[in-house]
């Protein structure tokens, strides 16, 4: 079963506009992590926060992780049309090895 | 896609035949997976492994088995494909960081259609 859950399913922006996605998941983790699918191409690591951090921040990314809430967000500031792509949230369920990932959330960033 | 590889890219094949997939890597990373993706599932674990001849079953491994006789090689073969294992597959391989958490590095994925 998906231990994590990406909402909404899409969304669809303008360039400059910020993207939230959000991700729930069911069970205890030691981190969670965030992946960027551009079309046809294998999932590429973008961020990983682990479960005694609140907040994130890697260039434009900002990841927050509420372990009381079970929820995770990403939020990509002033976007651009290269950030297109399906954005997944994994985490390791207290196994350090073995990822579970959600089904997605697909940003389209319109120019 | 750097220092993974996944083959073939594309099969076409037709029901009840076996299937490989291979992946190969030159990381030298201890960890490695196979994931399918399917519309509306996502990507689900198939099978992993944590070294050499140690492999362990993920959340849809009917209908697969794995082996590793290298640290570089990983192979998923469908004994007898079924068009229920048509679907894009994706191997995987990461090494423990200091921290204990792994982070996944992708190949390209291998589109299998079964008829």
């Known amino acids: 079963s998906q231990q994590g859950e990406e909402d909404p399913q899409a969304l669809s922006i303008q360039e400059g506009e910020n993207a939230t996605m959000n991700c729930s998941y069911k069970t205890s983790i030691n981190n969670l992590q965030w992946y960027r699918q551009n079309s046809g191409r294998g999932l590429v690591h973008l961020i990983l926060?682990?479960?005694?951090?609140r907040e994130k921040h890697s260039g434009r990314l900002r990841v927050t992780l509420d372990t009381s809430k079970k929820s995770s967000s990403l939020l990509i500031t002033a976007s651009r049309a290269a950030d297109t792509a399906s954005y997944f949230c994994a985490t390791d369920g207290g196994s350090n090895y073995k990822l579970t990932f959600g089904k997605g959330t697909l940003l389209t960033v319109n120019p | 896609d750097a220092g993974i590889t996944q083959s073939p890219r594309h099969k076409v094949t037709e029901t009840g035949t076996p299937v490989t997939l291979r992946c190969h890597q030159t990381e030298n990373h201890r960890y490695m997976y196979w994931y399918r993706q399917d519309p509306g599932h996502g990507l689900r674990l198939i099978h992993y492994s944590y070294g050499v001849k140690d492999t362990d079953k993920g959340e849809v491994s009917d209908g697969y088995s794995v082996s590793r006789s290298k640290t570089e090689d990983f192979l998923l073969t469908l004994e007898s494909a079924t068009s229920s294992q048509t679907s894009v597959y994706f191997c995987?391989?990461?090494?423990?960081?200091?921290?204990?958490?792994?982070?996944?590095?992708f190949g390209a994925g291998s589109r299998l259609t079964v008829l």
């Open positions: 926060i682990r479960s005694n951090e």
């Open positions: 995987a391989i990461s090494e423990e960081l200091v921290f204990g958490a792994n982070v996944l590095t």
